[in-house]
């Protein structure tokens, strides 16, 4: 059975990425620590926080970015338009860090797991720089698919219970992921 997990080289340029490493370390007072389950944490900032937000020319394209992966997962899976919500939203783009050499990781989870974020139904993440350890390994019942952290590279999946996933520690070097989900609206 498909397991519904796609990966697409190229959504982001070499240069574009590293414009978006750039930036997230260049504004360092808006970045925020979150600390997940058993400790493991990571640094991110949220792209859309506020009207004076630093990457607010960045927004409207990044979003785009995010639609035409959509776009090929749509057709790679052969949806049909009853399968697709007609109207949907984007979540707050983030940036997040991971460094290495310390607690920064997301051990297995999900990304819907209650009421307030059930308006989720898909995870997108941009990989911003590669990274030999830093990889996204999915298990979906007993099928386990590992996304290779590969600069430029866009995956995406559901976020319900069956799509179990960590971010890998990285070893040698900071991961640094471009991430949203695509929202259920009234």
């Not at 574009?16 to 493991?40: H, I, P």
């Not at 997108?124 to 030999?132: A, H, K, P, Q, S």
Request: charged share 25%; hydrophobic share 35%; with cysteine.
């Amino acid at each position: 059975m498909d397991n519904l997990i796609r990966t697409y080289d190229g959504a982001l340029s070499d240069q574009q990425c590293d414009y978006l490493v750039e930036m997230f370390e260049r504004y360092s007072a808006l970045q925020e620590k979150q600390t997940n389950a058993g400790g493991q944490t990571l640094t991110r900032i949220n792209l859309m926080a506020n009207k004076f937000s630093p990457f607010k020319e960045d927004i409207n394209y990044l979003s785009s970015v995010f639609m035409g992966g959509v776009k090929k997962y749509k057709d790679d899976l052969d949806l049909q338009q009853f399968q697709f919500p007609k109207k949907y939203g984007i979540e707050a783009i983030k940036i997040k860090r991971y460094e290495p050499g310390g607690q920064d990781s997301f051990p297995f989870h999900v990304d819907v797991g209650n009421l307030k974020n059930s308006i989720r139904f898909l995870v997108m993440f941009i990989y911003l720089t590669d990274n030999e350890k830093g990889e996204t390994t999915l298990d979906v019942k007993d099928d386990l698919f590992v996304s290779p952290c590969k600069k430029g590279t866009i995956l995406l999946f559901p976020p319900y219970w069956p799509w179990v996933h960590q971010g890998e520690k990285p070893i040698n070097e900071s991961k640094y992921i471009l991430g949203s989900y695509l929202h259920y609206v009234e």
